[in-house]
């Protein structure tokens, strides 16, 4: 299928600011933000709790790759997230249903499994890689949130309308993060650097994953371009992580035992592969990550 008309939500944002750069070359690409960005785009300003605001915006378009959002645990309070990201979720798709939008790319997290930054509340792996049967362990509401967004993005696909596609990026490593990265790598016991949206900034979980914005923003131009799937669902992520460690010795650090390995090839192969298995993106979604700041960024 070949959509011509897309609407990126959240558009003013770091994430968004990259997703209409890729974008912005084969697509007519307009945003959708509380604010505008700098990007020489159309801009609808509009909140996701205003109904009327998302009529007008998702008037006329073929797909929407939905990033709006309050982004992380340190961005709103338990019930703003709940507000913006499941109840302005909802307007959303709502509103693109209604206009006969016929796919969304939704920006979810690896959060849903259960990998909080919050601290004492990270529910560990049952085992590894971790694959779209794993149980999902949201702890904190911004993964809450982003679990019952998955699940409308389910129902509204199930009533044959729209296509909906879920992407669960891992911790997005901005380049202007990149000295703060390095730092952390250098000194992994002690380091208290600045946030970056929350008191850890290095972000990634205890694993430190991480993927690159602009690997991200290719992913969500192959989920416009992928055949149909009526619901999908990918995690996103480097091929490395950025722990010190390889990421069996890092697990048995953190919880003093290492789960079940499903398929130890992956992490004999690859000593840093994340905990997520990233077959799906690359077999179905044919994603493969080009950007690993392990490389770039520190070492
Ligand atoms: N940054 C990460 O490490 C990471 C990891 C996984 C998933 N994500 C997801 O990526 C997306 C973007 O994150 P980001 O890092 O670009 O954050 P960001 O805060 O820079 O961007 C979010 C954008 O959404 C807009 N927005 C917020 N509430 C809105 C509302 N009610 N109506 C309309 N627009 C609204 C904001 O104005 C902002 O421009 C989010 O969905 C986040 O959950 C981020």
Redesign the pocket.
Known sequence: MSFKKILV?????????HAVRQLQEQYDVSG????A?TAAIDWHL????DADSLKEAVAGQDAIV???????IW?GTGAQTM???VV?LYNLLNAAEEAGVKRVVI?????VVGFTVAEGAMVPPQYLPIDLDHPLNATDP?ALS?VLGEEMGRSFAARGKLEVLVM???????PEMHDEIRARALAPENYKGPSV?GPSSA?GGPCWHH?DPRDLARAFQLGLEMEYRGFDRFFLSANVTLSPEPTLERLANWLGYVPEIRDPAVYDDTPHAPLYDLRHARDVLGFEAAYDARKTAIF
């Open positions: 939500t959240g558009a003013a944002g770091l994430l968004g600011q959708f933000d509380l604010k960005g509009g909140d996701l709790a939905q990033i709006a959002a309050i982004p992380n961005s507000q913006v990201n302005g920006c979810s997290s690896d959060s911004y982003k669960r990026p891992v911790f997005v490593a901005y949206g972000g993927i």
